[in-house]
């Protein structure tokens, strides 16, 4: 099955949930949407995998992203969804960039150790930091879809339906990433880093490109 057909179908069971959802439980709604939250931090890890790599720590960029969201809603009164979510990406993407610089020299079991060290240390900041709601947490304010104010019953479908937009987007550029020279690149690492060398091309530039990429995309955080 070609990879158009798939979308074809992804997007067409998207519409039927979203055509559905007046009659869904909130709670179904809900966990829909964490799904799809998750399987763009699965879609990073997935380039990981092309390249032979293992990482233990995308939570760090989905936190990145999600505290991103509140913060801008709750001190900035930035309610919009639409710049949240871009704004969310590219937190993740600019603490991956930064990351990647370390984690990129490092392969196998020590790249895994590596971004998870990260993720721990910002799980203890965040713990220890009264100021971000700690262990708590803190409330965010509704937001708003182009200017649209969706009123409570439509709220968790409208979310979802910005998680399936970004879920079709992110796999839509993966995809074409895959196929093309970079893509290429990850499988030869994987098989044979020396050798991939050795013809010129860069395996620490690749493999922070895709720790780029998976921190963007989960950075993407639907409220």
């Keep these: ?27 179904a709604l809900f966990m829909l949407t964490i799904v799809s939250a998750n ?46 979510i871009l704004a969310s990406g590219i937190t993740g993407g600019l603490m991956a960039y930064l990351l990647g610089f370390l984690v990129a020299r490092y392969r196998g079991i020590f790249f895994g150790l590596l971004s998870l060290a990260f993720s721990m240390i910002l799980y203890g900041l965040l713990a220890k930091t009264e100021a971000l709601g700690s262990t708590d947490g803190f409330n965010v304010p509704a937001v708003t879809i182009f200017g649209w104010l969706p009123d409570s019953d439509m709220t968790r479908a409208a979310i979802l339906g910005m998680a399936f937009v970004m879920i079709l987007i992110s796999t839509s550029f993966v995809n074409g990433l895959l196929k ?35 921190g963007v995309t989960s950075g993407f955080v639907e409220q």
């Excluded at 992203?65 to 809603?73: F, K, N, S």
């Excluded at 970079?182 to 013809?199: F, H, K, P, S, V």
Aim: aromatic residues 10%; hydrophobic residues 55%; glycine residues 8%.
């Design 180 to 214: 093309g020279p970079r893509g290429l690149l990850l499988t030869a690492i994987r098989d044979n880093e020396i050798r991939a060398e050795y013809m010129g091309a860069s395996a620490k530039r690749t493999i922070h490109l895709i720790y780029v990429i998976a």
């Design 39 to 84: 399987g763009l931090v699965v879609l990073g890890l997935m380039l990981f995998l092309r390249a032979g790599l293992v990482s233990f720590g995308q939570a760090l960029f989905f936190c990145t992203g999600a505290y991103t969201t509140g913060l801008l809603a709750l001190k900035l009164d930035l309610t919009e969804m639409t710049v949240l």
């Design 1 to 27: 099955m070609s990879f158009d057909k798939t979308i074809q179908r992804l997007a067409l069971v998207l519409i039927l949930i979203l055509v559905a959802s007046p009659f869904i439980p909130q709670w």
